[in-house]
Nanobody, 118 residues
């Protein structure tokens, strides 16, 4: 199984970016997919997740109201609006057959850089 991320890049404060992640190598839909991020010198932190059914969805407080996550089978999209310099980080796609909110997640993407200039 491979998670391939795309999107990201450079945006100005208040701008928008879109991240996409596709899970390949599966013949069935994976239960939970989401995004984490890691800023320089900081620990990796949860951003958002969404189960395949949409029954479970949550966001970190820091992005609530600005970021929107969506799913389509084994693709997860993160729409990032009203970006702030503190959103600058490497963003990682994650997937798990049960929940990405637990430990020891099944799959991780390689990470994609998001930089927000002030």
């Amino acid at each position: 199984v491979q998670l391939v991320e795309s999107g990201g890049g450079l945006a100005q404060t208040g701008g928008s970016l879109r991240l996409s992640c596709v899970a390949s190598g599966l013949s069935f839909s994976i239960i939970d997919m989401g995004w984490f991020r890691q800023a320089p010198g900081k620990d990796r932190e949860f951003v958002a997740h969404m189960t395949e059914s949409g029954g479970s969805l949550s966001y970190a407080d820091s992005v609530l109201g600005r970021f929107t996550i969506s799913r389509d089978k084994n693709t997860v999209i993160l729409h990032m609006n009203l970006l702030k310099p503190e959103d600058t980080a490497v963003y990682y796609c994650a997937a798990d057959h049960r929940t990405v909110l637990g430990r020891g997640l099944d799959y991780w993407g390689q990470g994609i850089q998001v930089t927000v200039s002030s």
